[in-house]
């Protein structure tokens, strides 16, 4: 502590050889016998000037940082913690670095305790309790806080509503071979191409509560508007021919509740840990025993081309959902993760077959899925972050029993849809955020290409 009256005290003496230098440099100019030699010394002087003035803030400012952190220790045994706000950090952090200015001379000694008023310290930053220091310190910026809403959750937000709508774009193009195999070589018959064609919009509301610094509900309710445009080669018998036919329909989707539960928050390297709970109600139209509309049978009265009268928004079936997702912050990049298990529960149906013709009651157990995906986002500003993040989902095979059968696992039923996404999150206003996300199918299983865009509202 000694060098620092040292240092205020070496300023102020080059301060004075400057000033008695500098008539004698008036003079010499005006009598026109400046020397080189006075000209490098005013010049190394007032580098040295500089650079002592630029030390001397730096010495001011952590003077400032130790005396807030004895006032932080004081406070935290008087059972009050101070804390500068956010906002003025900056406006300190310039009064102190200001080039060409002297800072102010720091304290001799350490400053008194503040004052346990909350009203008298409200205006300098100070925080009135010790939670409401713990709660400036662990409050995120907006983009962070964006970003954690839409991986995991977000606690500190007692009410949002959020409207999205969302495009999905599905092309599937799958050849066809009417015929067999002479020896295993030459194919006998006509080749045909199907195309299946779909697009789906999704309109989406919900409504997440904050209920307490730990836990979160959340209520999803979708609309669900689906065009299938179907085409078949072959049509008739001739390989050239082509049949096409569309169907389309509308209506309310599965509604789906969950709960997110805070099982740790972020502490040095372990990220925010939330779990995810949540539960699905079949209230869409289940795909099961929808009629199907036959387009063309062939000689022996077997369907060639048929296609179903309506299309389905739901699966008809009650699913649960539990899941683990996980938010890292490392400035200036977000980590986030999740991972988690779909189980669907078994259900009968009074009619599982699509032939018009026939009813055949059954029951359906769709196959469990697992998800898991991972990524990492950006905050460019206060306002704005960009993310990329990539997501699998598995399904196992669906299986069905007719009333009075066994059950039969159904060919095809499994998937392996991921993807690939690209997101951006804007602050537009205090309470309005603008998300936008643009996914990329990687198999055949994803839709090509899915668009959605959100608000959320908070009040």
Known sequence: MKSTPI??????????????????????????????????????????????????????RRLRELDMQIQA????????????????????????EAPGSMPPAPPAGPSPPPIASPAS?????????????????????????????????????????????????????????NGFLALDAIFLGNIAIENVESDTVNYNFAARWGLSPRLSLNLDVPYIARKTVYQKGGAGGAAAAIAQEETDGHGLG?????????????RGPWPETVLNVGVTAPTGREPYGIPWRVLERDSDNFIRFAVPEAQPTGNGLWQATVGLSAVKTTDPAILFGNVGYVRSFAKDFGDLDNNPDTTNPGRVELGHAFYFGAGVAFAFNERTSLSISFSDRLNARARTRYEGGDWVKLIGSDAN????????????????????????????????????????YSL
């Open 121 to 177: 310290r409200g205006d300098e930053g100070y925080a009135s309790t010790a939670e409401d220091a713990q709660r400036a310190q662990d409050t995120d910026s907006r983009s962070v806080a964006d970003v954690k809403q839409q991986s995991t959750a977000l606690f500190n937000r007692r009410l949002t509503l959020e409207n999205g709508i969302s495009y999905n774009r599905y092309d599937r193009k799958q050849v066809t071979l």
């Open 417 to 456: 849809a991921a993807t690939m996404s690209l997101g951006v999150t804007h602050a537009m206003t205090s309470n309005a955020t603008f998300v936008g996300v643009l996914g990329i199918g990687l198999t055949p299983d994803a839709p090509d290409f899915n668009l959605t865009v959100k608000v959320p």
């Open 73 to 96: 220790l004081q406070a935290r045994v008087a059972g009050v913690a101070p804390a500068i706000a956010p906002r003025d950090a900056p406006q300190v952090a310039a009064q102190t």
């Open 7 to 60: 240092r205020v005290r070496r300023p102020l003496a080059i301060a004075l050889g400057l000033a008695l230098l500098w008539p004698t440099v008036g003079m010499a100019q005006d009598s026109g016998q400046i020397t080189a030699e006075d000209r490098a010394r005013m010049q190394q002087l007032l580098q040295e000037l500089q650079s002592l003035k630029q030390a001397y803030a730096q010495e001011v």
């Open 254 to 266: 599965d509604i789906s509740a969950s709960a997110n539960w805070k099982l740790f928050g972020e």
